[in-house]
Structures are given as structure tokens and as C-alpha cells.
């Protein structure tokens, strides 16, 4: 089979290492890809994965049987709408369900009509009432978060007044985020551990992946902007088999049934965002798509076979499968760029040396025509590995770090260490 993906980051190359070991896969093309994803697929680089048409002529063209549209942007634009209506099927949701990312909305709104836990909230469409609001706000923080998409950056835990009304200024006037901020949600601020959960759904059976941990802050000590994500560890130590069955039974279930009851059932990777708070877990926020860099983390624990999973998804037979997982950890760890994820240079020179037992997941990288590989983005690699133990898989990927270099690189020291702390009071 020929398969297409679409993205250019690390989530896609960690896809695309795990398609290739299906053995009815005979071709890949990614859109655009980059520079380690070049080693597996044809990659496409003078195609944006937002350009819908262009990409849907380009499949036909190249005779492609299957299509994983992977990043929010493609799919909230409705990707999958545009390939499947040329006949080629693809895994993830279509325009209207991958609206439970595509807009914090819209996704609120959802939780609250059919009662599914998540953070009390106010929708706002002018800073002058979000404004308003705040001014009579008496307790801090609060969460401030854009509607729509923002590359993971659009939420803002804000400490006090000034931080928020900030916030509120920032994406409702400045419009730092685009039209993603055209209207926003101030949210209470939840505490409690922090689980990301990807599912497999077909429109109707959940089937959940290893539970994971990010770490969103760019340094150390969780100090630092928010980013898209610096590094992964799974299973996550606070995600036991009671949280996981209430968590089936509260909010995985119950979403999915109530996109279906909205006419917009959902198919393909659903990311579950959750807080256990001291009530229970609630929902923080929903992904229509693999989490970066929690499928560097989760698909390494794979069995079975990723494209016969993702068949099946499409095909509304996810329930026929017996999806098999490796016992043991997974650890990543993202090395970016120097400034990211604010400002920052790229065309670096990368050096990879000797990795062990590591895996590269590359994210920002470009492959010259001369095979030299520069850095083309915040997040550039991410080292990532696996383990009978979680402090082994996080031993491997720092001992492959010392061997991967390139101008501005950094990363967290970090990651891991609390899940470390809770396995050993556990």
C-alpha cells in the first residue's frame, strides 16, 4: 500500500517509524516532512500541509491507498473531508469533529451540555467584557485560553490580575494568535497531576493507549514559557486502573457518545487532556489528533500493527481488534532551539553521534542536498527510548544526548524526575 502523510514533525516521523514496520506498506510520501522522516518516506517539501487541494491532486496523482492527515491545522480545516470525497480513506476526524480542538468553544460547550467533568468557565467574544470580568474577579489563578488553534500556545495560566487582563489584551486585541483569539474562555484553575490519555475511536469504541506525562514549561523546575511540549514519559505513575476506569466510564465514553449525539462522530486519535483533581479527573482540554511529543512516547510501546489499527478506525471495526502493547516505560526528551519558544535561529548544523539503544525522533530538521542534516525549527530532535523501567528508558535517552549536538541546542534536565518521585512512594 501507498501511504501519505501529512505534517513535518516529530508526531509524524514517530507515525512513520511505526507504519513502516507494517509489511503491506510498499510506499510513503509525507507533506511536507523533514529531514529524518526523508529517510523512510519521499518527502514533499514544496507542499504545505494546509494546502488541501494541492495535496488531494497530489495523492490521486501518486496512486495513494490510505492518508493520515497528523497535525491540528490539516484536520480542523477538514482534510480528511477533502481526500475521502477523491476516495481516498484516511485516519482522523473530519472538519466537524476535529472542531473538539479546533475550537476550546465549541469543545466547553460539549462538556457542559452532557455533564462531562472539566473546569467551571465564561466564553468571551470582546476584551472589553473579558475585561469586565476580571475586574470583578476575586480568586487567582485562572486560565485564560484562546478558542482556537495556537500551536499549543495559547493558553495562559494567569497568577494575578495584571497577568491576566495581559493575557486578555494579548490575544484579543493584539491578536496574537489570529482569529484564534477572536473569542476566549477564562477557566477555573484546576489542580492535581497532570495525564494525557490518546484513544483510538472509530464514531463509537474507545480503545486507550499507555497513559502519559508532558512537561509544557521550558525549563527546568517547570519554570519558563509554555511550549508544545519538552519532553514525555509513559505509563504515567498517577494514571491507576481505578482512574482509568472511572475516566472510561466519566469522560472517554460519554465524549464520544455525545459527539456522535451531535452529529459529528468522531474517528481517529482522540487526546484526552486531564487533571485528577482532588474530585476526580477532569477533562483540561481535548486533541482531535496524536499529542507532540506524546506519540514519540506511546507508539514505541506498540505491538500490533499501526496501519491495521488506523484500517480499522476508518473502517468502524476498531471493536474486531485485540491491540497488543509492550510491557516496561517510555521516556522522550525534546532538544530546541536556543530562544524557543519565543524567538530563535535555524540552518544550524546537526551533529548525531552514536545513540545506543535510543530512538531520533527528528521534529524542526531539514535535509540538504549535500545529505548534511541543519535544524529548521524551535523543537529540533527528540530523543526518545524505551525500558523494562522508567528510569531506564530515561537513562538511555540522556546518555544519547550527550552525542547529538547543534548550535543553541538545550533541554530539560528534568524530565521524568517527579513520575520517578511518584513510582517511589507508590
Known amino acids: 500500500m501507498t501511504i501519505l502523510i501529512i505534517g513535518s514533525g516529530g508526531r509524524e516521523h514517530a507515525i512513520a517509524v511505526a507504519l513502516a514496520k507494517s509489511p503491506r506498506v510498499t510506499k510513503m510520501y509525507a507533506i511536507p516532512g523533514n529531514g529524518g522522516i526523508a529517510a523512510l518516506a519521499e518527502c514533499v517539501p514544496d507542499l504545505k500541509a494546509v494546502e488541501l487541494e494541492k495535496i488531494r491532486d497530489f495523492a490521486v496523482a501518486h496512486g495513494v491507498d490510505f492518508a493520515v492527515p497528523a497535525a491540528d491545522d490539516p484536520l480542523c480545516l477538514g482534510a480528511v473531508d477533502v481526500l475521502e470525497a477523491a476516495g481516498i480513506p484516511c485516519f482522523g476526524p473530519n472538519k466537524a469533529a476535529a472542531a473538539l480542538e479546533g475550537s476550546k468553544v465549541f469543545s466547553k460547550g460539549l462538556m457542559r451540555k452532557y455533564g462531562i467533568p472539566t473546569a467551571g468557565y465564561e466564553v468571551f467574544g470582546s476584551a472589553e467584557a473579558a475585561l469586565a470580568y476580571l475586574d470583578g474577579c476575586t480568586s487567582y489563578p485562572v486560565v485564560i485560553k484562546a478558542d482556537g488553534l495556537a500551536l499549543g500556545k495559547g493558553v495562559v495560566i494567569a497568577r494575578g490580575e495584571a497577568q491576566a487582563r495581559k493575557a486578555v489584551v494579548d490575544m484579543m486585541q493584539n491578536k496574537k494568535f489570529g482569529a484564534s483569539g477572536n473569542q476566549i474562555v477564562i477557566e477555573e484553575f484546576l489542580t492535581g497531576p497532570e495525564v494525557t490519555v490518546l484513544s483510538f475511536v472509530d464514531g463509537e469504541t474507545v480503545v486507550p ?46 465524549t464520544v457518545r455525545a459527539m456522535a449525539a451531535e452529529g459529528k462522530p468522531f474517528k481517529g486519535c482522540l487526546y484526552f487532556g486531564l487533571m485528577l483533581t482532588p474530585a476526580g479527573p477532569k477533562v483540561i482540554e481535548y486533541n482531535c489528533r496524536f499529542g507532540d511529543p506524546e506519540a514519540q512516547v506511546v507508539l514505541p510501546l506498540l505491538e500490533s500493527d499501526l496501519l491495521a489499527i488506523f484500517e480499522a478506525v476508518q473502517a468502524g471495526r476498531l471493536g474486531e481488534l485485540n491491540i497488543r502493547w509492550k510491557p516496561g516505560a517510555a521516556a522522550c526528551v525534546v532538544l530546541a532551539s536556543g530562544g524557543y519558544p519565543e524567538k530563535y535561529a535555524t540552518g544550524f548544523s546537526i551533529a548525531l553521534g552514536e545513540v545506543g539503544d535510543a530512538i531520533v525522533y527528528h521534529a524542526g530538521t531539514r535535509l540538504l542536498p549535500d545529505g548534511s542534516l541543519v535544524t529548521a525549527g524551535g523543537r529540533v530532535l527528540n530523543i526518545a527510548a524505551t525500558g523494562a523501567t522508567l528510569a531506564g528508558a530515561l537513562q538511555t535517552a540522556y546518555a544519547a544526548i550527550a552525542n547529538v549536538t547543534f548550535e543553541g541546542a538545550f533541554y530539560r534536565r528534568d524530565i521524568g524526575q517527579k513520575a520517578l518521585e511518584a513510582l517511589a512512594n507508590q
Not at 523546575?221 to 486502573?241: Q, R
Open 209 to 254: 493507549m499507555a497513559s502519559s506525562t508532558d512537561h509544557k514549561r521550558a525549563h527546568d523546575g517547570d519554570e519558563g514559557l509554555n511550549t508544545g511540549g519538552m519532553g514525555t514519559v509513559a505509563p504515567s505513575p498517577y494514571y491507576s486502573e481505578e482512574t482509568a476506569a472511572r475516566c472510561m466510564a466519566e469522560i472517554f465514553l460519554p
